[in-house]
Every structure is written in C-alpha cells, then in structure tokens.
C-alpha cells in the first residue's frame, strides 16, 4: 500500500465539520426545535446580534439570536430568566462548536406582552415618568386634536359627544394605525405632527377595547415617551375601563372610554351659560353694592368738615403752628446758651494750655524752686557745720592727749607695744608716757591687782 493510498484515508478538520454541519442541517429533527431552560451569560448589545446560553441543572447550549428576530421580542432577557424558544440547531465551523439560532424567545409560564408590559412599566417608574406634574386640561377649548383610527367608533362617539356638550369646539382628526406592529411609529407621528402645528388646546389619543395584542401599541416605550414630551395637555383612552396602558400611566389625565374623554375635554355650554349668567348676576349685584356703599362714602364726605368748615382745618393747623414755633424759639435759646457755655468752658481751657500761661507758671515755680534750692544749700551747711563741730568735739573728748593731760600716763615696752597688763611685760625696761614727755623705767617689783588685795 502506498502513502498516498493511507493519506487519503485520512480527513481534515474542515471537511470532517463540514460533514457533521450537514448531518445537522439535513436531519429533520434539528430543523425546528422547540426548547426551553435558563439564559445564562448574556449581556445585552443594543441594535446588534445576542449570544447566549441556555442550561438547566444537567447541560448547557450555546445559543444566538439574529438582530431581526431579536427587534421582534417585546421584553428584554435578562440573566437567570427562564425562556421558551423556537430555533434549529446548526454547527459553527471555524470553532466546531454545535448552537440553537434562535427564531422566537417568550419568558416561560408569564405571558411574553405581559412581561414585556411590566418591564417597561418598571423601567419607566424608575425614571419617574408616572409621577410628573400632570397639564391642566384647558377649560374652554377652541380646538381639539384625536389621534385615532378614522373607521373606528372612537372618532364617532368623540365627535357625538361634542357637538353634543360643547358645539362651538372643533375636533380634527388625525388618522393613525391603533393595531398592528406598525401602530405604535404612526401614533408618535401623529403626536409630534399636533405638538408641530401648535394650535391645539387639548390632545385625545385612543382606540377601542381589545385583547392585549390589539392594544399594544399603546405599551410601547416610543408611544409613552410622545405622550410623556407633549406640550399639549393628552386625555388617553385605551381599551375598556378595567384595561390599564402604558399611555394611561403617562397621561396628563386618563379616560375610561372614548366617551369619558370627550366629557372631560370640554364642559357642558348650557352649564356654562347657566354659569355665565350666575355669574352675571353676581356681578351686577357687587357692582351695585359697590355704588351704594361710595354713594354712601360721598354722602359722609359731603358732610364732612372739609366741606362744611374748612376754616376749621387751618384752625387747628395755625395753634399748632404757633405752638412749634414757642417751641422753636426756647429751643434756640436753649442751644445759643449752651453753645456759650461751651464756649466760655473751652476758652478757659483754651487759657489754661496757652504756651504763655504756661510759661508764666514754669518761670512761678522755677523761682520757688531756686529758693527752696538756695534755703536748702545754707540748711545743708549749716547742719554740715554743727556736725563738723560735734565731731571735733567728740573727737578732742576721746583723744588720749586730752586723758594725759588729766595726769593720766600709758606704757609701752621697748618695741613701742602697749603695756595694759602686767602680764605683757617682756623686759624690765619701759617707757611711760606723759603729755609732755617720755620716762624710760626699770621695774624692780611687780605687785599683782589681787596680791594687793589680800594684803
């Protein structure tokens, strides 16, 4: 066997997967399955194709889903959510890899419009969309814009009622799709073509009782939002009394039936005129009163002192004029003789600080001080004298001269010390001292102060 022989045993990768995808494709069982399980790894691409998972407890299967099937569905997949789908399993060949391309998704055991209308709902009270300020309805409109179908018994019963309660208002109608999955774009445009021509008071948009289908387009985000950016005030009436749209929530007001909405457009004219003519009434029976109650004013002016008296004015006008004027004078007076008190006060002071005054007064007491200075000094010496003279005297008092002129006498030894007792004597030579002499002595005998006691 040669090895061109065993190589062309042998397949690629290509053409085994092609093969396989055509198993796939051929085998009717595959061609439309009807699955359901959990999405699992999903994450929304706005205006783009999805890919995802579908799993239960045991498996998992990939999953995509084409941006045209997609733009059909009308709720939004969210991770976890339990779905039903419709699709035929194929293989990828670049990655081998086996997935269901989804045709259909609904939610499992939910309605898939219900669903999609409580998730809008939710997403627009998140936003706070059903809590704006509501517009008032104008009270006597001129103009009344219907966005409705023309065929329907809508735009009769509106216009019926109408003419029936308020005939000089006009009603214009603007044809609009209200079933279908067309509806919902013609019904915005006819919202913003009214809104574009601006000279309408009020804006009814509705159609009539239907399954959930019939009235959708009256939940779409698109519709809600028109209604929501209307600058005209809108009356919606979807549907019978027990059907709630997403057009309802959003309204400025909501009507049960197309019938209600048209009441509550306009008002009753025999009601108004009744209330035009009460209110005549009213007003005539005020302006007459008013006129009785000035009459009345007039009449008291009239008689009033202005009138009657005028002199009587100025009388009173001349007493307290004269009594100002009293009045200004002492005050005056008042203030001349305070200012000349001030006046006399800051002069003194003026006087009292004058440099000449001043002056006057330092020489005063430069003078007194001298003296004092001159007293003191012949004080000073004087007392420097008799002092002088104590000490002298004090001094001559205590001199030993003046005690050995009393014939008192001091000794000293040979080297000139003082002798005071005769335990200090050295040597039998001394000198005694006279006041007008020194006598050198021999001492022969010394006779102690308490031997000559006892003697």
Do not use: C
């Given at each position: 066997?040669t090895?061109?022989?065993?190589?062309?045993d042998?397949?690629?990768?290509?053409?085994?997967t092609?093969?396989?995808?055509?198993?796939?494709?051929?085998?009717?069982?595959l061609?439309?399955?009807?699955?359901?399980?959990?999405?699992s790894?999903?994450?929304?691409?706005?205006?783009?194709?999805q890919?995802?998972?579908?799993?239960?407890?045991?498996?998992?299967?990939?999953?995509?889903?084409?941006?045209?099937?997609?733009?059909k569905?009308?709720f939004?997949?969210?991770e976890?959510?339990?779905?039903?789908?419709v699709?035929?399993?194929?293989v990828?060949?670049p990655?081998?890899?086996?997935?269901?391309?989804?045709?259909?998704?609904?939610?499992?055991?939910?309605?898939?419009?219900?669903?999609?209308?409580?998730?809008?709902?939710k997403?627009?009270?998140?936003?706070?969309l059903?809590?704006?300020?509501?517009?008032?309805l104008?009270?006597?409109?001129?103009?009344?814009?219907?966005v409705?179908?023309?065929?329907?018994?809508?735009?009769?019963d509106?216009?019926?009622?109408?003419?029936?309660?308020?005939?000089i208002a006009?009603?214009?109608?603007?044809?609009?799709?209200v079933q279908?999955?067309?509806?919902?774009?013609?019904?915005?445009?006819?919202?913003h073509?009214?809104n574009?021509l601006?000279?309408?008071?009020?804006?009814?948009?509705?159609?009539g009782?239907?399954?959930?289908?019939d009235?959708?387009p009256?939940?779409?985000?698109t519709?809600?939002?028109?209604?929501?950016?209307?600058?005209?005030?809108?009356?919606?009436?979807?549907?019978?009394e027990?059907?709630?749209?997403?057009?309802?929530?959003?309204?400025d007001?909501?009507?049960?039936?197309?019938?209600a909405a048209?009441?509550?457009?306009?008002?009753?004219l025999?009601?108004?005129?009744?209330?035009?003519?009460?209110?005549?009434?009213?007003?005539?029976?005020?302006?007459y009163?008013?006129?009785?109650?000035?009459?009345?004013?007039?009449?008291?002016?009239?008689?009033?002192t202005?009138?009657?008296?005028p002199q009587?004015?100025?009388?009173?006008?001349?007493?307290r004029?004269?009594?100002?004027?009293q009045?200004?004078?002492?005050?005056?007076?008042?203030i001349?003789?305070?200012?000349?008190?001030?006046?006399?006060?800051?002069?003194?002071?003026?006087?009292?600080?004058a440099?000449?005054?001043?002056i006057?007064?330092?020489?005063?007491?430069?003078?007194?001080?001298?003296?004092?200075?001159?007293?003191?000094?012949?004080?000073?010496?004087?007392?420097i004298?008799?002092r002088?003279?104590?000490?002298?005297?004090?001094?001559?008092?205590?001199s030993?001269?003046?005690?050995?002129?009393?014939?008192?006498?001091?000794?000293?030894?040979?080297k000139?010390h003082?002798?005071?007792?005769?335990?200090?004597?050295?040597?039998?030579?001394i000198?005694?001292h006279?006041?007008?002499?020194?006598v050198?002595?021999?001492?022969?005998?010394i006779?102690?102060?308490?031997?000559?006691?006892?003697?």
């Amino acid at each position: 066997m040669t090895s061109d022989a065993v190589t062309n045993d042998y397949l690629t990768v290509s053409a085994l997967t092609k093969y396989i995808k055509r198993k796939f494709d051929v085998d009717p069982y595959l061609s439309k399955v009807y699955l359901t399980g959990e999405i699992s790894n999903f994450r929304l691409r706005p205006n783009a194709h999805q890919y995802f998972s579908l799993k239960d407890d045991n498996a998992k299967i990939s999953a995509i889903m084409f941006k045209s099937a997609f733009n059909k569905v009308k709720f939004t997949p969210a991770e976890g959510m339990k779905v039903l789908v419709v699709g035929h399993i194929s293989v990828y060949e670049p990655t081998g890899s086996y997935q269901i391309y989804v045709e259909r998704m609904e939610p499992d055991g939910v309605g898939q419009l219900y669903q999609a209308y409580e998730q809008l709902k939710k997403k627009l009270a998140d936003e706070g969309l059903f809590n704006l300020p509501k517009k008032p309805l104008t009270k006597f409109p001129k103009r009344i814009a219907v966005v409705t179908s023309p065929s329907g018994a809508v735009i009769r019963d509106i216009i019926t009622t109408v003419r029936r309660r308020y005939p000089i208002a006009q009603i214009v109608l603007f044809p609009a799709l209200v079933q279908g999955t067309e509806a919902s774009g013609d019904i915005v445009n006819q919202i913003h073509r009214v809104n574009g021509l601006g000279n309408f008071d009020t804006l009814i948009v509705g159609r009539g009782g239907g399954s959930i289908e019939d009235l959708w387009p009256f939940n779409e985000e698109t519709v809600a939002r028109a209604i929501v950016g209307s600058q005209i005030p809108v009356v919606s009436s979807v549907g019978h009394e027990t059907d709630t749209t997403i057009a309802d929530l959003v309204a400025d007001v909501r009507a049960a039936t197309p019938t209600a909405a048209a009441e509550l457009a306009v008002p009753r004219l025999d009601q108004v005129l009744v209330d035009l003519k009460t209110t005549q009434n009213r007003i005539v029976n005020a302006t007459y009163q008013i006129i009785e109650q000035n009459k009345l004013r007039l009449k008291r002016l009239q008689q009033s002192t202005v009138f009657t008296a005028p002199q009587r004015i100025y009388e009173t006008f001349s007493q307290r004029l004269d009594l100002l004027t009293q009045r200004l004078a002492n005050q005056a007076d008042k203030i001349t003789g305070k200012r000349k008190e001030r006046f006399a006060d800051l002069k003194m002071r003026l006087r009292l600080v004058a440099p000449t005054y001043t002056i006057k007064e330092q020489q005063q007491k430069l003078t007194t001080l001298q003296a004092r200075l001159d007293k003191s000094m012949i004080q000073d010496v004087k007392n420097i004298r008799q002092r002088y003279q104590m000490l002298v005297g004090s001094l001559d008092h205590l001199s030993p001269l003046k005690i050995l002129s009393r014939g008192y006498t001091y000794t000293t030894d040979d080297k000139n010390h003082f002798i005071s007792k005769t335990a200090q004597l050295k040597s039998k030579a001394i000198n005694v001292h006279f006041t007008d002499g020194i006598v050198v002595a021999n001492v022969t005998k010394i006779t102690k102060k308490e031997d000559n006691q006892h003697g």
